[in-house]
């Protein structure tokens, strides 16, 4: 369901062909790979990989957290912010 969001918000802000048929075709592409052995096995080697890091480096993931919250900050700010731009608020009173 979040392909067919993300397709229509493609297909209405780019221009007929060109870009929009790439990524229209992209996401089509990744849909189909989505069920396969191939995604499994990556899923499955990710999970693996992370379970590993948090095995024999957790001493290290540990003393990164505080640089990961400080990296946080500033995305959440830039990605938060942008909901309400550009519209006025309706539980506003003036």
Not at 24 to 32: D, H, I, P, T, V
Not at 78 to 90: A, D, I, K, N, T
């Amino acid at each position: 369901m979040a392909y067919q969001r993300v397709e229509k918000v493609i297909m209405t802000k780019l221009p007929e062909g060109g870009l929009a048929m790439k990524l229209s075709n992209a996401l089509e592409s990744f849909r189909c790979f989505l069920g396969t052995k191939a995604a499994w096995a990556i899923t499955l080697s990710g999970f693996a990989l992370g379970a590993y890091l948090m095995w024999a480096h957790t001493g290290h993931l540990v003393s990164a957290l505080p640089y990961f919250v400080f990296l946080l900050c500033p995305l959440m700010h830039l990605f938060s912010h942008h909901q309400g731009r550009g519209r006025p608020r309706e539980d506003h009173q003036a």
